[in-house]
């Protein structure tokens, strides 16, 4: 059974940054995207970040970009947001998720806050 746990949120001042962990187990072969998405209260998810297995090709949303960096450490099962230059509009609960065997998991979530 494959689980996620993400780790790092937190309440951060504007334009301070954080750094989310999300640790994965259980059939982590055939994962073919690791990636996080954001949740904020009484909005629609919203896509953050995605790379590949092999690291290849991260992608961004537009509302991240140039802010935001994606990794992952596949020796220690991780996979990483770095989170620069947060604004309060990056408030929101963050997952990241993987995909494998062509289904989607996805962890518990993260808080992040930023204050003004």
């Known amino acids: 059974q494959v689980q996620l746990v993400e780790s790092g949120g937190g309440l951060v001042q504007l334009g301070g940054s954080l750094r989310l962990s999300c640790v994965y187990s259980?059939?982590?072969?055939?994962?073919?995207?690791m990636g996080w998405f954001r949740q904020a209260p009484g909005k629609e998810r919203e896509f953050v970040a995605n790379?590949?297995?092999?690291?290849?090709?991260?992608y961004y949303s537009d509302s991240v970009k140039g802010r935001f960096t994606i990794s992952r450490d596949i020796a220690k099962n991780t996979v990483h947001l770095q989170m620069n230059n947060l604004e309060p509009e990056d408030t929101a609960v963050y997952y990241c998720y993987i995909v494998s065997f062509m289904q989607l998991y996805r962890g518990q979530g993260t808080q992040v806050t930023v204050s003004s």
């Open positions: 259980g059939s982590s072969y055939s994962i073919s995207t």
């Open positions: 790379t590949t297995w092999s690291g290849e090709n991260p």
